[in-house]
């Protein structure tokens, strides 16, 4: 296939913009690209996919999510209002994760991955719970991702807050979906190793998790230092902050992810960086929640890989992505903070570099070689785009809400809009029928 009259944004080493650019697909890989009469002339017999002068960009990744938040869209928490993010965990969270069974563990992913595919966002590393059905949780999302056609990373929320029946019963599913997919045939499904929080989470279980996972040769998907409510808690076991204590315990590492990083000091800093772990940012969630703001401008000034995901809000990454933007400026009350070039870095280069860890091939680019993860985004742009200034086009004039094709390793699974792989109106229909009873369950 050949994608023809777009204005390509390429990311990667390069950066360029092509005016009138094409792109040839072959397989689930980029083959070629440069300018449409060029390459519509070198391949005069393949099929034509014309952009109509859409932006070309590479589809976006999202390094931390949950897909069955999904079901906690506009749901009373049947109480008083938390006052915090501990009772945010304990009034909303737990009682909401606790409720799910298998039809709402399928449908809360499968409407998360339309959304993802409508916005652009065609790699998710996706942090799951389920108590009440634990076993085979991952084969349920695993197959609706197949489904979508998009790619995604899985993992199980390994926690003490239920009792080490099901703490056992969670590293056994981590343990379980990690082997299967090592040996499956897919090349759009991974998995890592997930733990909740230092919070929940014991000397003997972070013990019996690591045992696990260094026989995988897995890393960890795990929250980090989210809530001072973390750090108190770590210090009161252990004498120790949060990324101290986990470091201990070998929990850190190059094939780590270490999310939120909101309540870290210097030297966990230097932990974080000198191990190689991966951390990402999720701004909205953070502001939600009123956690505080991580200090993501001193961790990239540091050399730490810092991604970006968006913990079970929307998928439409572009909107976090301009939060990302604004919210640094206002947290140190300086309009220099936080440039649209970082934010660029943070979603395309780092998150790239994430994923990479479980998709090996070339993500976040539009490369010869790189997988054909290709979006089509409708913008007509009032002022010059040029391979200097395109990160504040994408701040301030592009939108999720703009995406119009979707490609993941040469299949396309929306055009003109039109959702081809998932149907949505049957998804969305089931999902209100059963998040309505999940709701009277809590």
Known sequence: MLITNSTIITFGKEN??????AILIAGEHIADLGQTAELAAKYPNEEILDAQGKLAMPGLICAHTHFYGA???GMAIPSEAPQNFPEILEKLWWRLDKALYGRDIRYSALVCLVDAIRHGTTTLIDHHASPSAIEGSLDVIAETVEEAGVRACLCYEVTDRDGEELTQ??????VRFIEKVASGQTSKLAGTFGLH????????????????ANELGAGFHIHVAEDMADVRDSLKKSGLRVVERLNKFGILGPQTIAVHCVHVDAYEKDI???????????PRSNMNNAVGVA???????????VGLGNDGFSNNMFTEMHTAYLLHKLGKSDPRVMG???VMQMEFQNNAQIASLFFPDPLGQLSVG???????VDYVSTTPLTAGNFPWHIIFGVDGTGVDTTIVGGRVLMRNKQLLSLDEAEICAKSQELAGKLWKRL
């Open 16 to 21: 360029q913009v092509i005016h009138d650019g």
């Open 71 to 73: 079901f906690a869209r």
């Open 169 to 174: 019963a969670g590293i056994e599913e981590n």
């Open 197 to 212: 929080a230092s919070l929940t989470l014991s000397d003997e279980t972070l013990e019996k998790a690591v045992a696990a």
């Open 272 to 282: 974080l960086r000198e191990t190689g772990t991966r951390v990402v940012h999720n």
């Open 295 to 305: 200090d993501v401008p001193g961790m990239l000034k540091t050399g730490i890989d």
């Open 340 to 342: 649209g070039d970082q």
């Open 370 to 376: 790189a997988l054909a993860d290709i979006i089509l």
